[in-house]
């Protein structure tokens, strides 16, 4: 995987760089880590050269926000529901199913089990997370309701700020939960 390509130059030059090194190109899958702007903004130029997309919330969130999440000065601007991540995130999902390549998508969303029905609902269906996430992931998940995902990201998409979205993904959580358990 190459990570932090901005648009597809870089990446035929790693696929150059790749047959140069004598490996069979045509025999490694090789795909684009999603980590900037632009990347994402190009991913359908990018994804008839690559065989997958890995999108990297973590960096794509700072570099989308011009956000360093670890300069306690600026930290809290670090914003994974803000509209315009969202939106990106879509737009890297939806490239690849056009191109029908798969996308999975790693960082601190994809092991908050609170967001999970929400990139659920945006189309992601692989996750790369840390392993004392995956239980609670993982039971969320098989709680999910596929069409109820996409009605919650359809609706969030069209929310303008974090704060909207946040207040909403925590009052669907609640309705959903209050639905699960048992009346008193």
């Known amino acids: 995987m190459f990570p932090f390509v901005t648009g597809v130059e870089e990446v035929r030059q790693a696929r150059e760089m790749l047959r140069e090194s004598g ?87 994809a092991s908050d089990p609170a967001l999970v029905g929400l990139l659920v609902g945006l189309g992601l269906t692989e996750f790369s997370m840390t392993p004392g996430a995956i239980p609670i992931v993982r039971q969320v998940v098989q709680e999910l309701s596929a069409v109820d995902a996409r009605r919650l990201a359809g609706h969030v998409l069209r929310l303008p700020t974090a704060a909207e979205i946040e207040q909403y993904l925590f009052d669907a959580l609640a309705a959903s939960a209050s639905q699960r358990s048992p009346s008193s």
């Open 23 to 109: 490996a069979d190109a045509n025999r490694i899958k090789v795909g684009a880590m999603i980590e900037v702007p632009s990347a994402a903004l190009a991913a359908d130029l990018m994804a008839p050269d690559v065989d997958f997309f890995t999108i990297g919330t973590n960096d794509l969130i700072q570099y989308c926000l011009a956000v360093d999440r670890t300069d306690d000065r600026v930290s809290d601007l670090y914003e994974p529901l803000h509209p315009s991540v969202l939106r990106l995130i879509r737009t890297v999902r939806r490239a690849a199913a056009r191109h029908r390549i798969p996308v999975s998508l790693c960082g601190e969303m």
